[in-house]
């Protein structure tokens, strides 16, 4: 399977990089990318077929990664459309909020179209990527796809395609609370009278521990919780007062605003 990188910045390196230390082989891939400086980067790094116009890239590929911003799309897509419209080929889309439907209308039907939502811990293999397809989408073209994904971390796939929203609030947008939280936590040591260095180590290598903690599946998080909170001891405390101020409701609200925001600004690419 030819593979032809539509964009070659972060997304694209990740994915490229990940296939490649899994032992894809490197003849498969090609990468447009238009900054002659990224070009220079991605054949030192990755030593595969670099382009500058993404109409170069694509004559002999069955797969396209689009990975350019989705501003971007419109001028690939009117670039592409007419020299891949000879034959099927599978689009898969990084590209947060452009829905399948669009791709649809501006790569031409003939596509498998498959869209995916990665997460910024992809660009270190350790992201979680949500994939939607289509109907038209056949179980092998779902297959490609996932594996070029699953590269950069875990894969999940949806059946309802407006669940992207709430992936973008929970997966897409996570890292920056998790980000506050480890923030918050630093802080709060600090003010009990850690080194800022000792507060900040403490506060990710835990945040850290806890994720692969929850991760390995030996509870629940609530279980997780529990056996860590002895009755009457210092996390009871801590919690008590997290609950007392609303936490949960906090990121209940926190996540509504951020699906609200992913389907306004889904609307504000379709023109609608
Ligand atoms: N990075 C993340 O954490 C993340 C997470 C989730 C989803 N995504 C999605 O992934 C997509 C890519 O993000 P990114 O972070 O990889 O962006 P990026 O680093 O800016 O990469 C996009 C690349 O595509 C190039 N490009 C622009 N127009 C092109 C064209 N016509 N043909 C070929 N290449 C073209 C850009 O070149 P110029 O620099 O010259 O414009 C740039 O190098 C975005 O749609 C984003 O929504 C990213």
Request: glycine fraction near 10%; proline fraction near 4%.
């Amino acid at each position: 399977m030819q593979t032809a990188f539509i964009g070659g910045g972060h997304m694209a390196s990740a994915l490229l990089g990940g296939a490649l230390a899994d032992g894809a082989p490197r003849e498969r891939f090609i990468v447009a990318e238009p900054l002659a400086a990224q070009r220079e980067r991605l054949q030192r790094e990755f030593a595969v077929r670099v382009v500058e116009r993404s109409s170069e890239a694509v004559a002999d590929a069955d797969v396209l990664v689009l990975a350019v911003k989705p501003q971007q799309m419109g001028a690939v897509a009117r670039e592409l459309e007419p020299v891949i419209g000879n034959r099927r080929r599978l689009l898969v889309s990084v590209a947060a909020g452009l829905r399948c439907a669009d791709l649809a209308r501006a790569f031409g039907p003939l596509h498998a179209i498959v869209r995916s939502m990665p997460n910024r811990p992809a660009l270190i293999g350790a992201g979680i990527t949500a994939l939607y397809a289509g109907p038209d989408v056949d179980a092998a073209e779902r297959a490609q796809a996932e594996a070029i994904l699953r590269a950069c971390g875990d894969t999940v796939w949806l059946t309802d395609e407006r669940q992207m929203d709430a992936v973008t609030a929970v997966s897409g947008s996570g890292p920056a609370y998790f980000f506050l939280v480890i923030e918050a936590l630093e802080a709060a040591g600090i003010a009990e009278g850690l080194a800022p260095e000792v507060a900040r180590r403490l506060a990710i290598a835990t945040a850290h521990g806890a994720g692969l903690l929850a991760q390995q599946g030996s509870g629940t998080p609530a279980e997780l919780r529990e056996s860590v909170t002895s009755r009457g001891g210092t996390t009871a405390a801590a919690l008590a007062v997290l609950e007392g101020g609303g936490l949960r409701t906090m990121f209940a609200r926190a996540v509504a605003a951020a699906t609200r925001r992913s389907t306004e600004l889904g609307d504000e690419l379709a023109g609608r």
